[in-house]
């Protein structure tokens, strides 16, 4: 008995203790693992607590985020959702941009660098597909392969190649400009020379892959290139004259001719007006980790004179309601889990959400979720 009666006490003090936590923290029924407001200590601490506070404020704003507003900036393969954040997550926010800010800054004063990339990771990817998304030019590019004999190369030469292949479309398709300049010789007379700066017309997005092969030619992971190229230029030129044209450039560059290789070093391929299937393959390739991922490699991705892809600059922007956002998150998981093929997941607290759509599946969507009929240009 008198073992019941301790339990019997212990199970009486619980609603004290609970009653207690919640006149500290100033509200009725407020659990103390749940605050309405960020966690205390939050503008003085210089790293993120780790504790049930963090969490349990991080569920309140996700409850808060589903009545905000947004907008939607449209691309000519992409539609991108931004939310407005509330004062609370603008205030935590901050905070966190602080923290890190401080961290990047500790990490210079100690001579704290970046590590080797090994492989392709899955941020990386998404960097990708932001960029190749957010390019504003609606003119179609170009799709150029770039391949090599099959052991042929290795991974550092190839990406001095591709160096040495833009310099030389940046002499042959862009504005050359001149400037004179005083230097001294070696026997010290001061004379006058000629110096040349070439102003590109084109760009390009580049994607690094290797090809293993087989049967007895394979000679291990031989590396390739694929490059959407925007470039007015090419567009008036004849596609087996522009073929020739850069598979001779390639030659050169990789030293390695023949008529095999100027039929098979360089393929063209121009594109439609929709450049939604372009940037899925270059984006696709990623799924083929086993067999195409360059490990090792550096770099896997990157971008030849960005200025001139209009990046981050929309056709247009849509103002969204909540009721209106609302609708285009409950589409957009379910297309990205389809995608993915993963489960659905709630997309209603996110800051962004990107989707890769053909023009005509855009424009149905616009539709459905009622946004007005002419986008509000910036």
């Known amino acids: 008995m008198k073992h019941k009666d301790k339990q019997f006490n212990a199970r009486d003090q619980v609603p004290d203790q609970r009653r207690q936590s919640n006149e500290s923290h100033g509200g009725i029924g407020v659990s103390a693992s749940a605050p309405l407001s960020p966690p205390r200590g939050v503008g003085d601490r210089t790293d993120l607590p780790l504790s049930n506070r963090v969490i349990s404020a991080r569920a309140i704003r996700k409850i808060g985020a589903k009545d905000t507003e947004g907008k939607i900036q449209l691309y000519p393969s992409m539609l991108v959702r931004k939310r407005d954040y509330t004062r609370m997550e603008d205030d935590y926010y901050r905070w966190i941009n602080d923290i890190s800010k401080q961290a990047r800054e500790k990490c210079k004063e100690e001579g704290i660098t970046r590590g080797k990339i090994d492989h392709f990771s899955n941020e990386a990817r998404f960097r990708m597909l932001k960029k190749l998304g957010t390019i504003g030019r609606a003119d179609p590019p170009f799709m150029v392969t770039l391949t090599y004999r099959s ?66 030619r394979a000679r291990g992971a031989t590396p390739h290139f694929h490059i959407l190229v925007w470039c007015d230029q090419w567009h008036q030129m004849d596609l087996q004259e522009l073929d020739r044209t850069i598979s001779s450039a390639w030659c050169e560059v990789t030293k390695d001719g023949g008529e095999d290789r100027m039929k098979y070093g360089c393929d063209i391929k121009p594109s439609s007006g929709d450049q939604t299937k372009l940037k899925n393959y270059m984006l696709g390739h990623h799924g083929k980790k086993t067999d195409q991922e360059a490990t090792e490699a550096g770099r896997h991705w990157g971008i030849h004179n960005e200025h001139l892809l209009q990046i981050g600059e929309p056709i247009g922007e849509y103002h969204m309601t909540s009721d209106q ?32 759509l053909a023009p005509y599946e855009t424009l149905k969507i616009l539709e459905f979720i009622g946004v007005k009929e002419g986008p509000t240009n910036r």
């Open 325 to 356: 956002r609302k609708k285009f998150d409950r589409i957009s998981k379910k297309l990205i889990a389809k995608r993915r093929g993963l489960d659905e997941r709630d997309l209603s607290d996110l800051k962004e959400t990107h989707l890769v």
């Open 151 to 216: 052991g042929s190369t290795t991974f550092e030469q190839a990406k001095k190649d591709l160096k040495k292949l833009r310099m030389r479309l940046d002499r042959e398709y862009g504005i050359r400009h001149e400037t004179t300049e005083e230097w001294t010789n070696k026997a010290g007379f001061t004379k006058l020379r000629k110096r040349y700066k070439y102003e590109p017309k084109w760009a390009g997005v580049w994607r690094f892959e290797v090809t293993t092969g087989r049967g007895k």
